[in-house]
């Protein structure tokens, strides 16, 4: 049986972007957008699971208008990163597709909190739920880093700074939402002495 | 569509129609003890815009489903969130006040019944002091250690602590918060015991409460309930906070007050739900 794309991706990440480049296939702005729609979906749903435990439509909906922002803000990272990369084969709709074909990493991530939130009565110990963010960021710049290789055609020297410059620019996206919402500034005052 | 997709797809659809199906409003009896209405309250939630899962505009319609007839929405030092929920709401519906989590360096306050942000660069006593001077009330959150940081003359002013909360649940946390609680009552007898559930993105809302005795089914009444410490908090374990007279007249109330339970159906929707989505997030859109 041959495995859908996104997990040959996640599992071979290399090998099967050689495979899709090959494709003859007409990259286009509408199909860019299928794949951060679908992760739209996926986190504004697993969201408003968790948190409300009821999932009707109007919330549901709600949800994923909202939380879109998550792979607006991905795919604003990506289109700077596939920007730099000048000799690439690809047009610019084609190369983000592939890129996002990369989520699985996160969106599994995401998936499995939701659930242990949800269908368990095992409380989660936040240096466990940090700690766990290591594997979808490691496994993700794996496969950043192939994408650069392969479906960017850029040089290993030049894709390792491409994944550097991606994974920077994601996590301080992360970090400066997590800073305005969660009043973490206050206690990283306290705990540095100021 | 692979046959893998299809399923995904319409496991989605059957879910949450199925969830639709089965989401109703708990019915509830209006309980009135020695002419106090009695309302169930959460007064530490967290919308979006902010780290909670859901939108502010939508928290009023999702209140009556836990079972809860007034929350104030509590983001960190902002109340932005909190006025866009409150001026969302129907009159009729439930109660939504204005509040934040006043996030300083060693303690969380939560201000209940606010117009405006209140600095968090300063003491806990001079925060609490800007809470009371917008006709608000002032709650300590979650007061276990590293956010206990309220001196003597504080713990006075406080108008309630969170005794009952998410955290209680463990032992060690719990014996932290209880003996919050009693150095706070032990300066300020009449000090509102609160129940909350600290609402993010894993919830249930609700699910530590606060029950309050109001003369009027209002804001004003609400505040005034906490600030008189008419309240009796309560979390998962079914245990409740508060002064003692107060704890006998809910006693009989208990199981009308509990929280409404997930029904199987409903759990079985959430897991339909969740299961397609990681089949979705599997095999993708498109082969």
Redesign the interface.
């Known amino acids: 049986m041959r495995l859908p794309p996104d997990l040959r991706l996640a599992l071979s990440p290399t090998e099967t972007y050689r495979q899709l480049i090959a494709e003859p296939v007409r990259g286009t702005w509408l199909r860019a957008l299928e794949r951060p729609a679908l992760v739209a979906v996926i986190i504004g749903t697993a969201v408003t699971l968790s948190s409300a435990r009821r999932v009707p439509l109007g919330l549901v909906l709600m949800g994923i208008v909202c939380w879109s922002f998550v792979p607006l803000v991905q795919s604003l990272i990506g289109l700077v990163v596939i920007g730099r990369a000048r000799g690439r084969p690809m047009s610019v709709p084609r190369c983000l597709e592939l890129l996002f074909a990369g989520h699985l990493p996160w969106s599994l991530w995401t998936l499995v909190m939701v659930g242990l939130y949800t269908f368990t009565p095992v409380p989660i110990v936040l240096t466990a739920q940090v700690l766990s963010l290591l594997v979808p960021a490691v496994w993700t710049t794996i496969i950043v880093s192939s994408f650069c290789r392969t479906a960017l055609g850029c040089t290993p020297a030049r894709a390792r700074m491409l994944t550097v410059a991606h994974q920077a620019m994601t996590w301080t996206a992360f970090f400066a939402y997590l800073f305005l919402v969660s009043g973490i500034w206050p206690r990283m005052l306290a705990f540095v002495g100021a | 569509m692979?046959v893998?997709r299809i399923l995904a797809v319409c496991g989605?659809a059957a879910?949450?129609a199925m969830?639709?199906l089965t989401?109703t409003v708990p019915p509830r009896d209006p309980i009135t003890i020695e002419g106090y209405q009695i309302l169930s309250g959460d007064f530490h939630v967290h919308a979006?815009?902010?780290?909670?899962?859901?939108?502010p505009w939508?928290l009023q319609?999702?209140a009556p489903?836990v079972g809860l007839d007034v929350i104030a929405i509590t983001?960190?030092?902002q109340t932005l969130a909190a006025r866009l929920g409150r001026a969302a709401a129907q009159p009729s519906g439930t109660l939504v006040l204005v509040g934040e989590?006043i996030?300083?360096?060693?303690y969380?306050l939560i201000g209940v019944g606010i117009a405006r942000p209140v600095n968090?660069?300063q003491p806990a006593r001079g925060a609490i002091a800007d809470v009371h001077a917008q006709g608000g009330v002032a709650i300590a959150a979650h007061p276990m250690h590293g956010f206990d940081g309220y001196d003597p003359a504080a713990l006075a002013e406080l108008d309630g602590v969170e005794a009952a909360h998410l955290d209680t649940?463990?032992p060690a946390m719990g014996r932290q918060f209880e003996e919050f609680y009693q150095r706070t009552v032990a300066r300020n007898p009449e000090v509102a015991a609160i129940g909350s559930s600290d609402?993010?993105?894993?919830?249930?809302?609700g699910l530590c409460r606060t029950y309050l005795f109001v003369r009027e089914r209002s804001e004003a009444g609400v505040v005034q309930a906490i600030r008189d410490g008419r309240t009796v908090g309560r979390c998962e374990s079914g245990r409740l906070w508060g002064r003692p007279e107060l704890v006998r007249l809910l006693e009989p109330y208990r199981d009308a007050l509990a929280p409404p339970d997930?029904s199987f159906a409903?759990?079985l929707?959430?897991?339909l739900?969740?299961l397609s989505?990681?089949a979705?997030?599997?095999?993708?859109?498109?082969?």
């Open positions: 692979s893998a989605l879910g949450l969830g639709a989401d979006f815009v902010g780290d909670g899962g859901i939108p939508m319609g999702h489903h983001n960190h030092n989590e996030t300083g360096r060693d969380h968090w660069d649940l463990s609402f993010h993105t894993s919830g249930p809302m997930e409903q759990t929707a959430l897991l739900v969740w989505l990681v979705l997030a599997i095999v993708g859109l498109r082969s």
